[in-house]
Every structure is written in C-alpha cells, then in structure tokens.
C-alpha cells in the first residue's frame, strides 16, 4: 500500500498529464491554478458533476488530484512549505495538510471540496494566491521544510 505522500505526487503528475492531453498546460504556476478553477465551473453545477462530464467518472480521484496540484504549486513557488499527512486517517486524501516555516497552516482537500460544493467565493486561484503570499518565506529555510523526493518502486519483475 502506498503512503498519501507518495499518492499526492502519483496524483499530482496523472494531472498533469491528463490536462495536457486536452490542451492545458500545467506548469506548477499561479496562472495555471486558474485552469483548475475554470474547469470546475464549467464541469460542476450546483454542487454536483455534470453527467459526461470530467468529474462523472472517479470524482473522488480527480478532487485528490486537484488538491494535489495546488499544493505541490504551493510548495514549489514557495520552497518554504511541506506536507503533512496520516496513512491511518480515514479521511487522509481530504485532510492533507500544508505547513509553512511560518507556522501558517492550509488543507487544499478541504478547499477543493468547498469550491465544488459551495461555488465561485471559495475560490481556488484566490486561496493559492493568497497561500503563496502568506506563506512564503524569505529568511533561511529549516531543512525539513524541503522537498522530499519518494522514489518510484522498480516493477516487480525487474530484479536489477
């Protein structure tokens, strides 16, 4: 079983990846956010995804993926903020967390979730904005506030 660490990048990269495919580049930049939110208002009505639409099919998946990539944008412009997770939380995937050095604390899962079911005033190119401001850092870093690289696994029929 995989950590929700090790998830966040899988999720965050199958993102990537998927949008491009459909024309959209994600660059781990603040305007990218914006890509997020369009698809969300156009994809989402009152709450619900719309039948055929790209959240018909794995929704749970696709919310993970978003909060995912908002978080790993967070952490890359900023380089002062890391995840925190719990593997044995049941709700592990919606309670991700963000810590900066600054003590600042945010859950993109959570977020996600409001902007889908509350709509356009929990907006998620405001709250990242807002995220990268607050939580960006301009004196040292400590250490365990860098990015921490999980390797990929080796198939299990490769032996070298």
Known sequence: M?????DIYKADAWLVKTLKKIGHDMDHSIESI???EDLISAEI???EPLPNGFFSKHYGWKVFCFSSYIGETIIQITDSAKWNTNDTDPQGEIEIELESANGMRMWPGQRVLK??????????FHYTQYAIKNM???SDVPQ?????IIAKPKPWWKFW
């Open 115 to 124: 902007r889908i079911m509350e709509g356009e005033e929990n907006n998620l």
């Open 144 to 148: 365990d506030y860098r990015r921490r």
């Open 45 to 47: 009505e009152n709450g």
């Open 2 to 6: 995989a950590s929700i660490l090790h």
């Open 34 to 36: 914006q890509i997020l």
């Open 136 to 138: 960006q850092q301009d």
